[in-house]
């Protein structure tokens, strides 16, 4: 019930308090309120009502980070930057979105508003530019290339790369 009233919800986790030294001050006591023997589970609840009481307080003067445009690239932009780091591998989706801290839905909505492709699409199509990159190297085999882009099948790597880029990887290198 508290909780509605404060802005929280599962997209917007992120509260900036005014406070902070009141913030740390109700931490501390919550973890030193471990060592009570009979009193623990009442200290606990205490001090985490006063932290709630001054969420609440605070909730009403704007201090939230909002789900804005501006998060919304962030999320955009840790996929980009963990997909640039992992392309080389085999990468799943959940992977992705549970790296970020985002559901797979939420992170596809996004992908689909921001880049007018799905995550995968845009996976296929980094490792497709990044092989094109590779074959300039004469002397990387087709395999090697298929490899180091995260396809461990060079014929499944093939039938990829001539769908996104209209031509097999061979053709494409001769051309």
Do not use: W
Not at 71 to 87: F, H, S, T
Not at 125 to 135: I, P, S, T, V, W
């Amino acid at each position: 019930m508290y909780l509605k009233n404060t802005k929280l919800t599962n997209q917007n986790l992120i509260f900036n308090f005014k406070d902070i030294e009141y913030v740390k001050y109700c931490f501390k006591k919550m973890n030193s309120s471990n060592s009570l023997q009979k009193g623990r589970d009442a200290r606990l609840h205490g001090y985490l009502y006063l932290l709630l009481s001054q969420l609440l307080e605070e909730s009403g003067e704007g201090r939230f980070l909002e789900e804005s445009e501006c998060l919304q690239d962030l999320y955009v932009k840790k996929a980009i930057e963990y997909i640039r780091m992992n392309y080389s591998r085999k990468v799943s989706i959940n992977e992705l979105s549970d790296y970020i801290g985002i559901s797979r839905g939420y992170l596809c909505l996004l992908f689909k508003k921001h880049l007018n492709a799905s995550p995968q699409e845009f996976l296929v199509g980094f490792r497709m530019d990044k092989a094109c990159e590779l074959m300039r190297d004469a002397s990387l085999t087709i395999g090697d290339i298929s490899r180091s882009v995260g396809y461990e099948d060079p014929l499944v790597f093939s039938k990829i790369f001539k769908k996104v880029k209209g031509l097999p990887p061979k053709s494409y290198r001769n051309k």
